[in-house]
């Protein structure tokens, strides 16, 4: 037999692939360990954080809005509790039988109810949906007290934007409403308050134009949330800066009453401080209700005032532009004197007509006035008169003694669509319409007709400016964050201090002459004497024909192809403290309808509330006694001021 031999024993060894082999596993593990180093070392900070971003949500939190109030601290516009009902559907179980237990307690209107069906099923379960806000107290405790059998329902308080004083401020203070998509867009994200639910932005008045002072900055609160997203606890907050408050120049008393005696018409009142250009009271009539649209407002009170004639919505002080009529007439005068072209001794004849070519431009004294001075002209408003000057001195000159006096100017107020009004010259006309000047075209701006175009703030400043012989700007902000901004001093006006003193002694006439158009507005207390301007501007043209056969009186004819009615004024005449102007949409005749007015207002701004009635002209008496015994819905009851028909403390003190 064969003996067995054990295998020999091979020799171990690395062929050139198996090194390849190993190679890689080593690198790959290699870089498997740096990878994992600059995980926990290096990045640790990064994911860390990003981890904690997953169960921390930041939340924005809104802050106070700023309060406005009038010049004496008046609320105007202020921040209220709102209590609201929310409801979270996981916790509601059957939404449906919910929202009508719900519906037992509180009016829930039908599209609320839509809305909410709808966005629950847009939202997560447990995300709360508003189901109605701006509860009262007793809704308010009724769902509280009713909590435990209404399971999903939530009350919550915020706060919301409220305007105490209603249609007297809306025009001036404005409203707040949410932010809507197209200003989401406009916003590009710049502004991450905008992405917060139901948030409210200014939208008109002071409250869109000082927007960035009163909104504030935003909080922050640290949420803590689960891995599905639904809040376990706060975990840290941080209140915003609230919004800085505003303090206005508008005197509340005096714009209550501008308003109330407004009412019923379409109309304008501005009266304005003159030494400092504080606007006192800016109203416009009708007025609207602001808070319906911070709450909502409904289509059918939308078309309401979209639809109304009177043009509720618009604020005619600022944004309303009127031809100014025979107001204007001052502005033309002080042109002609500054140009040397006519003085107040020099007398031009009124027949009643001025001839141009083949043309006549007419008075409104149909057989004409006789030999006028500039003093008499301005009284008793001769249009012939100012035809002539006005021919003399020329559209550029004219035109620049309005800007001079603050028309055809686009004064800075916080205000949305201040108008800029129109004092046009030949190059305006080219530019605007490709047309020539023509003469005619001076003779009508020479009566404030034609292309001149004024608001009733512009008038208020013209008259301010004539009054003082100082450039006097309006103001509307008297104080930011409690404090005071200091009170301007108005630099000298540049016109000739003579030339301003004639003006005033024909508006002292206008009121106070026996032949002087608003005669019946004079004020009889001694040392109180008003100064003032009526005008009347045509809205149609009236043809040859209907000269011939007798113009058609304005209360023949429909409401808007009357004739608008103006009226500026000052007072004091002897030492000026207050400018007021009027402007009634298609109220006729300034002396007629515009004239009380600013009486009214001007004597209210002169004694701090109700004037006696020996104040007014005895022809007067009767129609302010009237206005006191029956007072106006809403209006408060007035008393006879006292006896004394000066006021206290003495004209042009301060009302702040």
């Known amino acids: ?147 435990p059998a209404l399971p999903g329902i939530d009350v919550e ?68 949330v689960n891995a599905r997203g639904r809040k376990v606890r706060e975990l840290t907050r941080e209140e915003g800066a609230p919004g800085a408050d505003l303090q206005l120049t508008v005197d509340l008393e005096l714009q209550r009453y501008a308003m109330d005696r407004l009412n019923g018409e379409s109309a304008a009142v501005v009266a304005m401080d003159v030494t400092t250009g504080d606007l006192l009271a800016c109203a416009s009539s009708p007025g609207f209700e602001p808070n319906q649209f911070v709450f909502g407002i409904s289509t059918r009170n939308w078309r309401g005032l979209m639809d109304d004639p009177y043009r509720p919505l618009s604020n005619k002080t600022v944004s309303g532009l009127y031809p100014p009529g025979s107001t204007f007439k001052m502005v033309v005068a002080l042109a002609a004197l500054e140009a040397g072209v006519v003085d107040n001794v020099e007398k031009i004849f009124c027949n009643g007509r001025y001839k141009l070519g083949d043309r006549y431009f007419h008075c409104w004294s149909r057989g004409g006035h006789g030999q006028m001075t500039l003093r008499d002209a301005l009284a008793q408003s001769c249009d012939v008169y100012f035809y002539e000057i006005a021919r003399r001195v020329g559209v550029d000159a004219i035109s620049d003694m309005a800007h001079r006096l603050g028309v055809g100017v686009r004064h800075d107020l916080p205000l949305p669509v201040v108008a800029e009004g129109v004092a046009p010259t030949r190059d305006w006309k080219r530019a605007s319409y490709d047309q020539s000047w023509l003469i005619g075209d001076t003779l009508n701006a020479g009566i404030g007709q034609g292309y001149v175009l004024a608001s009733p703030l512009h008038l208020a400043v013209m008259t301010a400016r004539i009054a003082t012989g100082r450039a006097v700007s309006p103001r509307l902000v008297r104080g930011e964050a409690g404090r005071p901004l200091p009170d301007p001093t108005p630099p000298p006006l540049d016109v000739n201090g003579a030339h301003l003193r004639m ?154």
């Not at 004496?72 to 916790?91: D, F």
């Not at 932005?201 to 803590?224: F, P």
Request: net charge positive; charged share 30%.
């Open 1 to 147: 037999m064969s003996r067995w031999r054990p295998p020999p024993v091979r020799s171990l060894r690395l062929t050139r692939r198996g090194l390849l082999l190993l190679g890689a596993q080593a690198g790959i593990m290699g870089a498997l360990a740096w990878r994992m180093r600059a995980l926990q070392v290096e990045d640790a900070q990064r994911y860390r954080l990003l981890a904690e971003e997953n169960r921390i949500n930041i939340r924005l939190l809104p802050p106070a809005r700023g309060q406005i109030f009038d010049r004496n601290g008046a609320p105007l516009a202020v921040n209220s509790q709102n209590y609201r009902v929310v409801l979270i559907r996981e916790q509601a179980g059957d939404v449906e039988d919910t929202l009508d237990r719900l519906g037992r307690l509180i009016r829930i209107e039908p599209h609320e109810r839509e809305r909410v069906l709808r966005d629950i099923r847009r939202k997560s379960s447990f995300v709360p949906v508003t189901v109605t806000e701006h509860l009262d107290w007793e809704d308010f405790a009724r769902v509280n007290a009713n909590a």
């Open 157 to 224: 308080v915020g706060l919301t934007r409220y305007y105490p004083e209603g249609l007297s401020m809306a025009h001036v203070v404005g409203y707040v409403g949410r932010v809507s998509e197209k200003e989401l867009i406009a916003d590009e994200g710049r502004t991450p308050l905008f992405q917060i639910p139901d948030f409210h932005i200014g939208k008109s008045g002071v409250e869109t134009r000082r927007e960035d002072t009163l909104r504030g900055h935003a909080g922050l609160s640290r949420i803590e």
């Open 503 to 656: 003006v005033r002694e024909g508006m002292w006439a206008v009121v106070n002459d026996r032949r002087g158009t608003a005669r019946r507005a004079r004020i009889m207390a001694e040392g109180l004497a008003m100064a003032g301007k009526s005008g009347t501007s045509q809205v149609r043209r009236i043809t040859a024909a209907e000269r011939a056969a007798g113009v058609i009186r304005n209360e023949d004819l429909p409401w808007e192809r009357r004739d608008h009615a103006l009226f500026v004024s000052f007072a004091p005449y002897d030492a000026p403290r207050y400018a007021v102007s009027v402007v009634v949409e298609h109220g006729g005749g300034g002396s007629s309808a515009a004239s009380p007015i600013a009486q009214d207002v001007i004597m209210r701004a002169l004694w701090g509330g109700p004037p006696p009635l020996s104040a007014y002209p005895a022809d007067q008496q009767d129609r302010v006694r009237q206005q006191r015994v029956g007072p106006r819905p809403n209006a408060p009851e007035e008393v006879d001021g006292p006896e004394d028909p000066r006021p206290a403390g003495g004209a042009g003190r301060s009302r702040a």
